[in-house]
């Protein structure tokens, strides 16, 4: 396993209103945070504030390309990003204790924190098809260029982690500086991930390491 020191670029916030900062999405020019009772957007560039939406969310975001994906508590809500209203709901698997979701190739990859599971699953019904362990808390997942991603939040101890899709095999590491956690994940599809960081109220920026291109869009 590749294990290296993570780089942190840039942090966004504390934002107004926002107290806490969950699950993380990237719709290619706004980056979603969920809030707890609200979601909120930012332009990535200015780290301004440009969008809420009156939308529970307490854990993980994803973005398919049109619409967002929203975990609340023991739901996900597919949500129309521009008036935010709620376009269906399906149950989450396991039910409360989710935390990260991503968009990747027609299906939703959910993160279950304390089980230590990621689940990928059916976004039409909440069946699950495939489910991999972690040997650690799972917060954030991401799918980024055909690579699984997710993050990692035990005590003073968090870090993002490549890991193999079947097997769950962890294959590199990035390891955040000690007390700084990641609660959400996302990619901007190329070198950067942006990290939620929980009740700092900020969005971290962090490098990615790069390998060449691959297959597979990027989810939050």
Same mark, same amino acid.
């Given at each position: ?21 969950? @699950?993380?999405?990237?719709?290619? %020019? ?12 930012f ?16 854990a ?10 929203q975990?609340?508590?023991?739901r ?10 709620? /376009?269906?709901t399906?149950?989450a698997? @396991? ?5 990260? /979701?991503?968009?990747?190739? @027609? ?12 689940h990928?699953?059916d976004p ?5 098809? %495939? ?29 993002? %982690? ?5 097997t ?41 390491? %790069? ?10």
């Amino acid at each position: 396993m590749k294990r290296a020191a993570a780089e942190i670029l840039r942090t966004y916030g504390p934002f107004p209103g926002a107290a806490q900062v969950g @699950g993380v999405s990237y719709d290619g %020019r706004r980056v979603w945070f969920a809030a707890g009772d609200r979601l909120h957007a930012f332009d990535p560039r200015s780290g301004e504030m440009v969008r809420s939406l009156a939308v529970a969310g307490q854990a993980g975001t994803a973005f398919d390309g049109r619409h967002l994906f929203q975990i609340a508590r023991d739901r996900i809500l597919e949500i129309d990003p521009e008036s935010g209203g709620v /376009l269906a709901t399906i149950p989450a698997p @396991g039910g409360e204790g989710c935390s990260g /979701l991503a968009w990747a190739e @027609g299906t939703l990859w959910v993160g279950r924190y304390r089980a230590r599971q990621i689940h990928q699953i059916d976004p039409r019904t909440g069946t699950v098809l %495939r489910t991999i362990a972690s040997d650690r808390f799972v917060t954030g997942v991401c799918w980024v260029e055909g690579e699984l991603w997710h993050g990692t939040w035990e005590g003073e101890e968090s870090e993002l %982690r490549r890991v193999d899709a079947g097997t769950g095999e962890v294959l590199e590491s990035l390891v955040m500086p000690p007390g700084v956690g990641v609660s959400g994940l996302e990619a901007d599809g190329g070198e950067r991930f942006f990290c939620g960081g929980g009740d700092s109220g900020t969005v971290r920026l962090v490098r990615r390491p %790069r390998r060449g291109a691959g297959k597979g869009p990027a989810g939050g």
